[in-house]
């Protein structure tokens, strides 16, 4: 792997970003969007951009989204 | 940027059902709390089992940590159940508050058995982070001294001090946010910040692409 653009990735900011305390907020509504394949990301640009940049916020909604798709019936 | 929110919507059957059984008195409120608390244990035991692999929590104490987590959740989704407004099924607003638990708990955990001691400096493991090929390190090597040159004459004190614990150290955010009395947020913002103060800083000298029309 080469390091660069990962170093590059990781240091660009998105000025659309939200910051976590609104990601959070929001993060129920996007991750049913999410798995009803709706378009998440265009409806909240902020908070798409948000979870491509925040490891820990990014990690809480996978878990959400896994917990929707794997409720027990 | 803010962003659209969502106003209020009707109420879909089950999630009615949820907030009126939740505002029942004595017997049926506790039947309700118990059922809740059957749902949310099985997402909170998902949650830290997907989790576990890359944690150093093992056997009961991964258990201890999403029994936690469900019975936490469950007193802060009934705390805020009047702020539902319902923009999603009930059930997946109450998963969310599992799942902060259970990233709440592991921040706790890491907090309580460090990995690195507090004012450490692993400069050294700073390739690592970025998974730099060691077979390339003449390539990388000054890359790295840039960055280091960069975080320490470009950044505030805090944000040098967030950096080095974040990025150099490795210490998760959760954990970082209970050390310095602080928030997700605030963190992240003082992180955003230093981001984009590094990166303007590399550009500058060459080390990385300059996106901006005209350069600088």
Redesign the interface.
């Known amino acids: 792997m080469n390091g660069w653009p990962a170093l590059d990735g990781f240091l660009r900011t998105d000025p659309q970003d939200v910051g976590c305390a609104r990601a959070m907020e929001m993060l129920h509504v996007y991750a049913e969007l999410v798995a009803a394949g709706e378009p998440a990301a265009e409806r909240y640009p902020g908070v798409a951009a948000h979870l491509r940049a925040c490891g820990p916020c990014g990690e809480d909604f996978d878990g959400l989204l896994a917990a929707i798709r794997g409720e027990a019936p | 940027?803010?962003?659209a929110?969502?106003s209020g919507s009707e109420l879909d059957a089950e999630s009615a059902r949820w907030l009126r059984a939740l505002a029942e008195p004595g017997a049926a409120r506790e039947a309700a709390l118990a059922r809740l608390h059957e749902?949310l244990l099985?997402?909170a035991r998902?949650?830290v089992a997907?989790?576990g692999p890359r944690l150093a929590i093992t056997g009961p104490e991964l258990d201890d940590l999403a029994y936690q987590a469900a019975a936490d959740a469950l007193l802060a989704i009934t705390g805020k159940a009047g702020q539902f407004r319902g923009?999603?099924?009930f059930?997946?607003?109450a998963?969310?508050f599992?799942?902060?638990e259970?990233?709440a708990k592991i921040g706790r955990h890491f907090w309580r058995h460090p990995a690195v001691p507090l004012g450490a400096e692993q400069w050294e493991r700073l390739?690592d982070r970025?998974?730099?090929?060691p077979a390339?390190e003449a390539e990388?090597r000054d890359?790295a001294a840039a960055?280091r040159r960069a975080v320490d004459t470009e950044l505030t004190p805090r944000q040098r001090e967030v950096f080095v614990a974040l990025?150099v150290n490795g210490v998760?955010?959760?954990t970082l946010v209970l050390s310095l009395g602080s928030?997700?947020?605030a963190i992240?913002?003082v992180m955003?910040d230093a981001?984009?103060k590094?990166?303007a800083a590399?550009a500058a000298n060459g080390y990385?692409?300059d996106d901006c029309p005209g350069g600088s």
Request: hydrophobic share 45%; no cysteine; aromatic share 16%.
């Open positions: 940027m803010p962003e929110g969502v749902l099985p997402i998902r949650e997907r989790r923009e999603s099924r059930m997946t607003w998963y969310k599992v799942i902060f259970v990233s390739p970025f998974g730099f090929d390339l990388w890359l960055v990025v998760p955010l959760d928030s997700r947020n992240y913002k955003f981001r984009r590094l990166r590399l990385l692409p």
